[in-house]
């Protein structure tokens, strides 16, 4: 099998780390725009079975001819290139998956679901951890029930030793959360699609030391197509984030002052972009976690032969040392290796453009997350 991977940076090294210690997958390809940027792949990452090329991923007919070659192509890029990408793919003829990241990119790429059918191929974007494997584990915890009344999706990454002032650091960019922050949230109520605003709905939960009680609340994109998926056959579903305790307040105040507002302002005679400002600051400010951890529960509840059943699927993942990956390079890296292995071994048998929770048999990718010391537990009570 060869499998190419576009962009080079973190997300990019942690789907490269778990395709090259597969046995049948021969070649890796990697592309990149920035020469320095690949340079610094091959010295975190030095296999034989990698490849590196300088391109890029706007350039449609450069990244159709690198696919051609290729079983899957997997896009670590940013979201906004995802659309291009995966019509490249279909072009190609090769399989494509994607970390997601924005709604309409997403619902973009499943409109080319005739072209890709006829190329007999498949598409799947949202393969990252949320959403991607919160998705697939939701579809999971559906298919054991007779009736599904709710399904609650809660994740967070965050460092291992929070600090002020935000008891935060960043785990990934500062654009992407603070999308997270200001978007609205689709949610189900009663079965059907609703908005609801972001940093509200505030709950607490509880996690094994050190972690204790922390907060979850509404945040933006978590949820993806899920409420589209479900519409009608399950009556409430949310997605929520988890923080350490304080920092929804602090969010709620940047973004009350008008700090993530995406219209210009005039300051000083300067035209200045609030949100542009914000997303520079907490770049500068928010330490850069390399030793992270991401909590995740999913409770999906309803009833089986007549008895009401809750499901729970936990996860608690740290920074692995050794390799270098932190927690969310794992669990979002290795979601996107896992389901594109699945394209290249012809486990995913539809072709066309679905989102995991309908194309992605969900035993057989839980099964992959364990045996990458992924430690998801599942309770049935």
């Known amino acids: 099998m060869k499998v190419l991977i576009i962009g080079a940076g ?32 091959r010295r975190k990452l030095r296999r034989k079975k990698v490849r590196t090329f300088v391109a890029d991923a706007r350039n449609r007919g450069q990244m159709t001819e690198l696919m051609r070659p290729c079983d899957v192509a997997v896009s670590c890029v940013p979201y906004f290139l995802n659309l291009g990408l995966a019509r490249a793919a279909v ?32 598409v799947v974007p949202d393969c990252g951890l949320a959403p991607g494997m919160v998705s697939i584990l939701a579809a999971d915890g559906f298919s ?33 959360l603070i999308n997270e922050y200001a978007e609205p949230c689709l949610v189900l109520a ?28 509404n945040t933006s994109g978590g949820s993806s197509t899920l409420p589209e998926s479900f ?13 350490y305790m304080g ?35 907490l770049e500068a400010v928010l330490p850069r976690e390399t030793y992270d951890v ?39 890296g290795f979601s996107a290796a896992i389901v594109a292995l699945m394209l290249g071994r012809g486990q995913v048998e539809c072709a066309g453009a679905f989102t995991g929770e309908n194309c992605i048999p969900p035993a057989e990718f839980i099964r992959e997350l364990r045996r990458r010391g992924l430690h998801l537990r599942i309770n049935v009570y």
Request: with cysteine.
């Open 10 to 41: 973190m997300q990019a090294r942690a789907v490269a780390y778990d395709l090259v210690r597969q046995k049948d997958v021969d070649e890796v390809r990697v592309c990149d725009a920035q020469p320095e940027q690949l340079q610094a792949f």
């Open 91 to 122: 072009a190609a003829r090769t399989h494509f998956c994607d970390l997601g990241g924005n709604n309409d990119v997403v619902h973009a790429e499943l409109a080319l679901s005739a072209r890709a059918k006829k190329a007999g191929v498949t």
């Open 144 to 176: 054991r029930l007779d009736r599904t009344d709710s399904i609650r999706i809660r994740v967070g990454g965050l460092p291992h030793r929070p600090q002020p002032p935000f008891k935060y650091a960043l785990v990934f960019s500062a654009n992407g």
């Open 190 to 217: 009663n079965g059907h699609p609703e908005w609801r605003e972001p940093l509200e709905d505030m709950e607490w939960l509880q996690f094994p030391k050190p972690f204790g009680d922390v907060e979850a609340f």
């Open 231 to 243: 519409r009608g056959r399950v009556k409430k579903l949310d997605y929520k984030t988890i923080r």
């Open 247 to 281: 920092h929804c307040v602090q969010m709620r105040l940047l973004r009350d002052l008008g700090l993530m507002s995406p219209e210009p302002q005039m300051v000083a005679g300067k035209r200045v972009v609030p949100r542009q400002l914000l997303i520079q600051r």
């Open 294 to 332: 991401v909590l995740l529960r999913v409770y999906v509840r309803g009833k089986r032969r007549g008895h009401g059943v809750t499901i729970r699927y936990e996860m608690i993942d740290h920074a692995h040392r050794k390799s270098g990956l932190t927690a969310m390079m794992r669990t979002t």
